[in-house]
């Protein structure tokens, strides 16, 4: 399931102020979205930390790694989880550019014109949620989760991809397949010759499409990508650091400290210890 998922149901709609989540990073087996209701708050996604206000939606995807950091006193969200099965029939035929771009941009903020449409359909879903002798509660939640993708994979489309020149198209293509190979492959393969071959391109073709689109180089996303490992693996377990080390293919300890320190700015323990 996924966030504090009622055992019976492969969703749940509730509104809450997230406080079971505070400090305490939780990976999701399904995937989430929540709509601030009012307040603000910051919360931890994959270790990035993002802020919320009232008006702002914000969407998990499933595995990620999910928690509440601070809140003010005011804070509620309505709260939509569904299980990963759920999840991939409400996905069907979406592209992979457009989940990618929801791991790295998850919060959409609402205009006042928007805002007063997500308020409805919230609470249409909240209202289905709590109606149980519903026969088709179940589907009519799905094709909700279905619609609510459909709507942000357009506002993705138009209001933040805009119309691309071919070679701009081209070039977000690339970017999205090597983000997803440095996914699959980062534990065992981090040199950036590893990738241009896999994408059948030179490697300072790569660098010119990663600098173009995002400002970093190819090692420096795929190192990134490591440290988003190792933050997670300290941040949501008491695994031993030695565990870490082979379960990332680091030859020892002091140069997993070292690597770690250099990108991140302080040690594993002291992270761990913050966390």
């Not at 008006?55 to 709260?79: C, D, H, T, W, Y």
Request: proline share 3%; aromatic share 10%.
């Amino acid at each position: 399931m996924g966030l504090n998922m009622l055992s019976k149901d492969s969703f749940a709609v509730k509104v809450t102020d997230l406080c079971e989540f505070l400090n305490r990073p939780t990976q999701l087996n399904g995937g989430a979205i929540l709509y601030c209701l009012k307040g603000q708050a910051t919360v931890s996604l994959n270790v990035q930390d993002y802020e919320i206000t009232a008006g702002a939606e914000m969407f998990l995807l499933p595995r990620s790694i999910f928690a509440l950091v601070k809140a003010s006193n005011s804070f509620q969200v309505v709260l939509f989880t569904f299980s990963h099965h759920m999840f991939e029939n409400a996905a069907y035929r979406l592209d992979t550019a457009f989940f990618h771009f929801l791991s790295t941009s998850p919060v959409y903020r609402h205009s006042p014109q928007s805002d007063e449409m997500a308020r409805c359909g919230f609470e249409y879903l909240m209202m289905i949620y709590k109606d149980e002798k519903n026969g088709f509660r179940e589907e009519i939640i799905s094709n909700c989760l279905r619609n609510i993708l459909l709507i942000i994979s357009d506002k993705v489309r138009r209001e933040y991809l805009g119309l691309q020149h071919e070679e701009d198209n081209r070039k977000v293509e690339l970017l999205h397949r090597f983000a997803d190979l440095v996914t699959i492959h980062f534990v065992h393969h981090r040199d950036v010759a590893f990738y241009a071959d896999e994408l059948c391109i030179s490697k300072s073709y790569l660098a010119s499409v990663t600098r173009s689109l995002v400002g970093k180089t190819p090692k420096q996303l795929i190192d990134n990508r490591i440290v988003q490992e190792i933050k997670i693996l300290l941040a949501t377990s008491n695994i031993p650091l030695q565990e870490i080390v082979d379960r990332l293919n680091f030859p020892d300890q002091s140069y997993l400290g070292r690597f770690f320190k250099r990108h991140a700015g302080i040690s594993p323990s002291e992270y761990r210890r913050r966390r």
